[in-house]
């Protein structure tokens, strides 16, 4: 039974550019997937020659965006990624990620999400 991960990151940025990044073909691009492709509800992420699809599940603008890979859709659990934007001030900005593991992937996907978050930190000009 997969477990739930919770990870937050504190980012001296907008909300907005934030949410930019979290929920656009491009923004997504920056840091999370080689490519996206997103079609109404549908998102296809692209790694090298690998292809996952997901949908999304629901969205606020500037607070959250919600996904949902196929594959948990298709076997009817309630498995999702959610990227969530806490506003602390203007210029400071905590992300938060919820998620799901095998326990055994657990510190596997936590040292994942720590990569994206680099990648984002530096695709918002953000130094190390």
């Excluded at 919770?6 to 923004?27: D, R």
């Excluded at 020659?49 to 603008?61: C, G, M, N, S, V």
Aim: hydrophobic share 40%; with cysteine; glycine share 2%.
């Amino acid at each position: 039974m997969k477990e739930l991960i919770e990870l937050e990151f504190v980012l001296p940025v907008s909300p907005k550019l934030l949410y930019q990044l979290i929920s656009t073909e491009e923004g997504l691009s920056k840091w999370f997937a080689d490519r996206v492709i997103i079609q109404n509800e549908n998102i296809s992420f692209y790694w090298s020659k690998q292809r996952a699809d997901a949908k999304i599940l629901a969205q606020k603008e500037c607070k959250f965006i919600k996904y949902a890979w196929n594959e948990d859709i298709e076997e009817k659990n309630n498995f999702f990624f959610e990227i969530s934007i806490i506003s602390t001030n203007e210029n400071t900005t905590t992300i938060k990620i919820t998620d799901f593991s095998e326990p055994d992937e657990k510190n596997e996907n936590i040292m994942l999400w720590n990569t994206h978050i680099d990648k984002l930190k530096r695709a918002m000009g953000i130094n190390q």
